[in-house]
């Protein structure tokens, strides 16, 4: 028994029925003005429901182009505005490094003047001990540039140390704050002589040992000039070393010690003056 074939259209005769319908509708619509007409109404509840869509999407990906454009050019000023602040930093701190050396160098300038009577060379502080303090330091002449051993150094005002050892082009400086380091000095006002000895305990309080004053009438009191005394066998005499900070009678009742101010800020050096002038020794024999 034969089966029944099944009926079908083919395609092409359902695209060219609903082209003939369409371009039927469209002539229609044209020829009649058919405002507010079924197609119209037809229109209505599909195509705008459509168009709306399509302008929400379109305005929905318009905008996300639009913002995406914006944050490209916000990143590269972002970029650009970097790249200017790097470089007003490293400008700026140019003019401060400038401004701290101009100002170590007229401190220099105004402790040469001070000091005139002595021969002077500057030098830079390129190396010193681990720390805080610069005790014992490095710096840029030496025996090459007529640097010698137990030559005064001097900066910021007043008394840094003195030279230790000497290499062709660098020295080594003991600054008084060392704890090997023993001056004599003497009051400024009453000529009074005593002894400053460095501490490295103490400097964390921004003192030092102020020792052996003999000051029979009391007269040494706070802020007093504490200078270097003609008494030193290496140290020039009248060198600033620092002020009286505080003072008391010791047990012996005959003098009294304290602690001192240094005049020179021992954790910041980076310039100094050498005395290339050594002191005059006497020969005891």
């Given at each position: 028994m034969r089966r029944k074939e099944?009926?079908?259209i083919p395609g092409k005769y359902i695209l060219f029925v609903f082209t003939v319908l369409c371009v039927g509708a469209m002539s229609l619509s044209f020829l009649t003005d058919f405002d507010g007409g079924v197609l119209n109404r037809i229109s209505g509840y599909v195509l705008i429901p459509v168009q709306k869509g399509i302008n929400t999407a379109g305005g929905w990906i318009r905008s996300r182009v639009e913002n995406l454009e914006?944050?490209?050019?916000v990143k590269d000023e972002n970029a650009m505005l970097r790249e200017q602040v790097a470089e007003l930093t490293l400008e700026n701190n140019s003019l401060l490094q400038e401004r701290y050396e101009l100002e170590d160098l007229r401190e220099l300038y105004d402790l040469d003047d001070e000091y005139?009577?002595?021969n002077k060379l500057a030098a830079n502080v390129i190396g010193k001990d681990t720390g805080n303090w610069f005790n014992m330091f490095i710096i840029d002449k030496g025996a090459e540039d007529g640097i010698l051993v137990d030559m005064n150094v001097i900066a910021g005002g007043g008394l840094v140390g003195i030279v230790t050892k000497t290499g062709p082009d660098w020295a080594q400086v003991r600054s008084i704050i060392d704890d090997m380091s023993n001056v004599s000095a003497m009051i400024l006002k009453t000529s009074d002589l005593c002894?400053?000895?460095g501490d490295l305990q103490m400097m964390t309080e921004g003192t030092m040992q102020l020792n052996e004053l003999r000051?029979?009438?009391d007269e040494v009191e706070p802020g007093d000039k504490v200078v270097t005394s003609h008494t030193s066998a290496k140290f020039h005499?009248?060198?600033l070393i620092g002020y009286v900070n505080e003072i008391a009678t010791d047990a012996n009742n005959l003098t009294r010690s304290g602690s001192l101010t240094p005049a020179v800020d021992f954790e910041h050096l980076s310039?100094?003056?050498v005395i290339t002038d050594l002191k005059q020794q006497v020969d005891t024999e």
């Open positions: 099944k009926f079908t914006d944050l490209n050019k005139s009577d002595l002894y400053v000895r000051d029979p009438d005499k009248g060198i310039t100094v003056l």
